[in-house]
């Protein structure tokens, strides 16, 4: 599985649009790009999953440019119940394990 | 179907001793898996099953670990022999197969004494 590196932490106000960048330099041609949010002592929950230029759903959007080397989360509007951890993983979607591989992940802090 | 859910919640045990735990994946899904979460670092992978088969197991921390899934239904994780290094926060999740999408329990949060 590809190696992703992203911020450790981040702060935002609320209502404000937040954009998590996720760096995966060795994303192989078959991988897709999959984000999943923690909030404590929870187990994390699916957000959204892209391969390639944009993706929207209720929550949030996944911006991938062409290279696909890299790909951004965008929340709009954040809430402090935004307040998470928000990890990147990028893997292919058809292989024999689908083991998740999550890094350290991103703590946002939402403040009022 | 209420989603996955593992029991118990917490478990404080003694060193030396064994522990079980059982996770119920969401009925339709095939594919159930273990992860364990340390404070401060994101989960980490243990073992998945497909149906009652277990297909990867080389990622167990120790041969005092162990999973089952007898009837591909619930699974349940055994620590054998505990170690307060085993301290930590054990998820389960379930997926359909081929999928990213994977749900996940609310964890069981062991701490050994």
């Known amino acids: 599985l590809a190696k992703t590196t992203q911020p450790i932490s981040m702060d935002s106000y609320e209502g404000q649009e937040v954009n998590i960048t996720c760096s995966h330099n060795n994303i192989a041609t078959n991988d897709y790009i999959t984000w999943y949010q923690q909030f404590p002592s929870q187990g994390p929950r699916f957000i959204i999953q892209?391969?390639?230029t944009k993706v929207t759903n209720e929550v949030a959007s996944l911006f991938i440019p062409a290279d696909r080397k890299s790909s951004t989360l965008s929340l709009p509007r954040v809430s402090l119940s935004d307040t998470a951890v928000y990890y990147c993983l990028v893997g292919e979607e058809d292989n024999a394990g689908n083991m998740l591989t999550f890094g350290g992940g991103t703590r946002l802090m939402v403040k009022p | 179907d209420t989603g996955v859910s593992q029991d118990p919640r917490h478990k404080i045990t003694k060193r030396g001793q064994n522990v079980t735990f059982r996770c119920d994946p969401i009925?339709?899904?095939?594919?159930l898996y273990w992860y364990r979460q340390t404070l401060g670092q994101g989960p980490e992978f243990l073992t998945y099953f497909q149906n009652e088969a277990q297909l990867e197991k080389s990622r167990l921390l120790s041969d005092r670990f162990s999973a089952e899934r007898p009837k591909g239904s619930f699974s349940t994780l055994e620590i054998q022999r505990t170690e307060q290094g085993d301290s930590a926060m054990y998820l389960c999740a379930s997926s359909w197969p081929g999928s990213y999408e994977q749900y996940f329990g609310p964890g069981t949060r062991l701490t050994v004494t």
């Open positions: 892209g391969y390639k």
């Open positions: 009925s339709e899904h095939n594919r």
